[in-house]
């Protein structure tokens, strides 16, 4: 089972996340910073040296240095700073981020959009008025009245007017020209694709994939107890917004990429809409929602959905509810959107989860079949409890009591 998004760059590019060679410290006592910023104090700049977190944030982070180390030159606060921003985020993690910035400045300083209203998304211009109104109003009536659950934890409607669906296509054809033509290798949604566009690379579409999600996904996800795949409810009610996205176009057929097999996603929510398609068939095929640790595990018959996708639909779905898409009927050809969903907080509270979590499909059934065995058992001591009760009440003369139990034979 693949997890789909790992944000790789397809199509032979030579440039490889940027690798420094910081070294970590282990001699300096713990390293603290204040509780509260120096404000009078001016920052340095970092943006000459080479340093494995950026000039940006080490410049905010200098307000608040500890008093002695805010006279030290900007090598040793640099150094104080690493050691302390290392604890939170990997250096690999580190070196993706600077890396995948860096690649977003130079599509910037060089790709011209074709369409330049895409950072100041306009939702009365692209959304439905159904739709809009309905996130607006925001109650369980008014999400019931656009979206229908045709199996639990997969939910459709319709969202998008048509000249959205044209300006995205359009805007993507213009980009993959643009890289044709001057030789950008472009990154690519996943390993296997060598036709999808990574939407949040290029200014203004990045800034459509966030506010959509938290505009207009968000509010549906949050919807308690509305739909099924609330099973994040506690970190939405406490108000935890998803703090990343990861928008792409991908497209399936005869010319384009092969569909992915059955696969979870890297995300807590994805909104997955058919912005294109030719002809039928290739429907998507939900396996059953898994937890890390059972994501490989068999499908039962009782949880596999097919969902014949069309034009201009929008499915909401979680990122480890396990799906496919089948492959596409020869000359057909269709294009997605696809928004990835993500708190990292969830993820956070993930790996210290030492209970079953509710939302797996093979945890609740691993849970059930304890429950049951725990349960046999009792009666099995239950039974011979009362056996042995009642041979001590005969040896001694006495009559024993029936004591009905629940379904004991
Ligand atoms: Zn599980």
């Known amino acids: 089972m693949a997890v789909d998004g790992d944000e790789t760059v397809g199509g032979g590019d030579?440039?490889?996340?940027?690798t420094t060679a910081a070294t970590a410290t282990t001699e300096m006592a713990i390293a603290r910073l204040s509780r509260f910023p120096n404000m009078d104090h001016i920052s340095d700049n970092?943006?000459?040296?080479?340093?494995?977190?950026?000039?940006?944030?080490?410049?905010?982070?200098?307000?608040?240095l500890p008093p002695e180390m805010l006279t030290a030159n900007r090598e040793a606060k640099a150094k104080f700073m690493s050691d302390i921003l290392r604890?939170?985020?990997?250096?690999?993690?580190?070196?993706?981020?600077?890396?995948?910035?860096?690649?977003r400045q130079r599509i910037i300083s060089k790709y011209q959009p074709l369409y330049r209203g895409w950072c100041n998304f306009d939702p009365e211009l692209f959304l439905l008025p159904a739709f809009r109104n309905a996130i607006s109003e925001n109650t369980e009536e008014s999400f019931r009245r656009i979206i229908s659950e045709p199996f639990p934890g997969v939910l459709v409607f319709q969202m998008f007017q048509p000249d959205f669906f044209q300006k995205l296509i359009l805007e993507v054809e213009n980009v993959r020209k643009w890289a044709h033509e001057t030789n950008f290798?472009?990154?690519?949604?996943?390993?296997?694709?060598?036709?999808?566009v990574v939407l949040d690379d290029y200014f203004g579409l990045d800034i459509m994939s966030k506010k959509l999600m938290e505009d207009f996904i968000f509010p549906i996800c949050k919807g308690k107890e509305i739909f099924y795949l609330n099973a994040l409810e506690r970190?939405?009610?406490?108000?935890?917004?998803?703090?990343?996205?990861?928008?792409?176009?991908?497209?399936?057929?005869?010319?384009?990429?092969?569909?992915?097999?059955y696969h979870v996603d890297d995300s807590e929510i994805t909104l997955n809409v058919c912005v294109r398609k030719q002809f039928e068939g290739g429907e998507i095929s939900f396996v059953g929602t898994r937890c890390q640790k059972h994501k490989q595990t068999n499908i039962k018959p009782e949880e596999v959905f097919r969902y014949f996708h069309t034009q201009g639909q929008a499915i909401l779905h979680r990122g480890r509810h396990r799906h496919g898409a089948r492959a596409t009927a020869p000359s057909c050809y269709r294009a997605n959107m696809i928004l990835f969903c993500r708190n990292s907080l969830f993820r956070e509270m993930e790996t210290y989860e030492k209970e079953f979590p509710e939302w797996c499909d093979e945890c609740a059934h691993e849970k059930k079949e304890k429950e049951s065995q725990s349960l046999a058992a009792k009666r099995k001591v239950t039974?011979?409890?009362?056996?042995?009760?009642?041979?001590?009440?005969?040896?001694?003369?006495?009559?024993?009591?029936?004591?009905?139990?629940?379904?004991?034979?």
Request: net charge neutral; hydrophobic share 30%.
């Open 235 to 261: 970190l939405f009610l406490c108000g935890a917004m998803f703090d990343s996205h990861h928008g792409f176009i991908i497209e399936n057929g005869e010319d384009r990429d092969a569909p992915l097999g």
């Open 14 to 18: 030579s440039q490889q996340p940027v």
């Open 185 to 196: 290798p472009i990154r690519r949604p996943n390993k296997t694709s060598k036709h999808g």
């Open 46 to 64: 970092y943006g000459d040296l080479k340093l494995e977190f950026s000039s940006s944030v080490l410049s905010s982070l200098e307000k608040y």
């Open 383 to 409: 039974k011979k409890e009362r056996h042995d009760f009642a041979q001590v009440s005969f040896e001694h003369g006495y009559e024993p009591v029936g004591v009905l139990i629940a379904g004991d034979d």
């Open 87 to 103: 604890k939170y985020i990997s250096r690999e993690e580190c070196s993706k981020a600077k890396w995948r910035n860096n690649y």
